[in-house]
């Protein structure tokens, strides 16, 4: 008998199903620690390890309209594969369900928020990551992983906010400032309190629904270390969860970006697949008919 691995308590039929998870086992521009390729699978048997009853919520996983679509085919060309993940992610949102994407590098996110993206509709985009990423382009690549919010603001929407930032070259924090893009650092989080800013970002952001992305490197190291990218000096895994709690239920679709499990013994993997869960859990809640 062959097993497949699925995410646990992801039941469902693609049919029948709100949320759709899947993965993208793609990190051909990582510049410091590649692995995140490795990281949809690693979360799928992290599941393994949760119960399905979520108390914060009072709700159950399992009964939750959860589908594993399994993995994308990826190629070594990331144009090509931003190509595929966009009418993939396009036909999940067309069928009007929730896509919820397992990176994989953070380059990915640009094709999932253009999916995302419905014709008469501008939504706002919430990324939750150490570093800017407003490069033109990195190592000759224009799609690299640390040119994904430059691109964002160029072809998807202009209402963009970043929280947990906290690195960049010095030509990155001027463009940030000359061009009005809103940020807020791990410090300004502690001293306001995430829940106070999860309001704060709600009302600035100007719009009903947005696209929430978690780069893992948001995260202190000391809690995830096991991303492309670490950056001391972040956000804790209580003010993350506060702040996918308060986003969740507006949310259009959610990615989870960055993890590289070859760099600790799973408890980035864990986390990750944590805050996954609260994710759903969050925005099931938040959507109670």
Known sequence: MFYQPLMMDALWDYGAAKYVIFGVPFDGTSSYRPGSRRAPDAMRQASENFESYNPFFDIDLASIPIHDAGNLEVYSSVDETLRD???DTRDIVKNEKIPIM????????LSTIKACTKDDDDIGVI????????REEFGGVRNNHACVSRH???????????????SGPRG????AKDNHISYYTPEYVKEYSAKKLATKVMKEIGTSQFY???DMDCLDPAYAPATGTP???????????????????HTVGF????????????QTALLGTKLLREFIAAHAAGNIQ
């Open 127 to 134: 990324a939750l990551d150490a570093h800017f990423d407003l």
């Open 85 to 87: 993940l966009y009418y």
């Open 212 to 214: 929430l992305s978690l």
């Open 152 to 166: 964002i603001l160029e072809e998807a929407t202009d209402r963009y906010v970043s929280i947990g930032t906290r």
């Open 255 to 266: 990615d989870i970006m960055e993890i590289a499990p070859d760099y600790d013994s799973g």
């Open 231 to 249: 950056e001391p000096f972040g956000l804790d895994p209580w003010q993350v969860r506060d702040l996918i709690h308060a986003f969740a239920p």
């Open 172 to 175: 990155e924090w001027d463009f």
């Open 102 to 109: 397992i990176g994989g590098e953070h380059s990915l996110t």
